[in-house]
């Protein structure tokens, strides 16, 4: 099912809980909403869709990969880099990190 995208910036900003085994049904709503705009974003976090959960979904090469609790457990390079969100309007400056490097 497709969800309507959440654009309630107090919405988003409010802490998400942890996903629970409960919550799998929650994957199938993220990549069927992402399918639906994937011409417009790569990724989508499930308080986007109006769940406050740690979920989160990603395009990889064409592969849909779900998260549920993901934690960053290295980051590398840092780099600035401007990006925009699919739940808000515009572009914003940031700092990112390369991901996997050796």
Do not use: W
Request: charged share 30%; net charge neutral.
């Amino acid at each position: 099912m497709v969800s309507e995208i959440v654009k309630d910036i107090f919405f988003l900003g409010q802490k998400s809980v942890p996903a629970t085994k409960d919550d799998l049904d929650v994957a199938d709503k993220l990549i069927d909403t992402l399918e639906a705009n994937k011409d417009k974003c790569v990724g989508l976090a499930a308080n986007m869709i109006g769940i406050k959960k740690n979920i989160i979904i990603a395009n990889i090469h064409e592969n849909y990969v779900v998260m549920f609790n993901p934690v960053i457990v290295k980051k590398d390079k840092e780099y600035d880099t401007r990006e925009g969100c699919f739940s808000l309007d515009g572009e914003r400056d940031c700092k990112r990190f390369v991901i996997g490097t050796k």
